[in-house]
């Protein structure tokens, strides 16, 4: 299967809506394509992320990316941070993921940054290996923690 791979604009929201809500859905999260949209647009507005739109030969989404920007204290440099990576069920094992995983490292370089991080579900050993085969370093040192926090 042939594919392109672009940096997304507000342009493509109508084919990015429905991968964000595939993949929120994919994390348990009801399905909700208001909020995505708003979410996406806001991001994309405010230049808080870097979304790459992966399409099939024949112009239908095929999958994406997100990356959202940060920094090492200890590098004293940039870092983004893979935060989203799906690619819908029929168009999977075509080598979408890997592609976008390319572009995204691509584009981390040439912005200069001296790191890519992603957290993945323990129990997505597919995913890993990917990760795995591109070079990708899984963190033996680090245990990752998270605070929920209440909303307002």
Do not use: C
């Amino acid at each position: 299967m042939s594919h392109s791979i672009r940096q997304a604009t507000l342009d493509d929201l109508d084919a990015l809506v429905p991968l964000f809500d595939a993949y929120r859905n994919f994390y348990g999260k009801p399905s909700d394509p208001q909020l995505s949209r708003a979410f996406l647009e806001e991001r994309l507005i405010l230049r808080e992320s870097v979304i790459f739109l992966a399409r099939s030969e024949a112009g239908a989404s095929a999958g994406f990316t997100q990356l959202f920007p940060s920094f090492s204290s200890t590098r004293a440099a940039r870092i983004w941070i893979l935060n989203d990576l799906f690619v819908t069920p029929e168009a999977r094992r075509n080598g979408i993921a890997k592609a976008l995983l390319l572009e995204a490292a691509r584009f981390g370089q040439l912005a200069g940054a001296v790191r890519l991080v992603l957290s993945t579900a323990r129990s997505n050993e597919s995913a890993q290996r990917l990760y795995e085969s591109l070079g990708w370093k899984r963190d033996e040192t680090f245990y990752e923690y998270g605070l929920t926090l209440p909303t307002r």
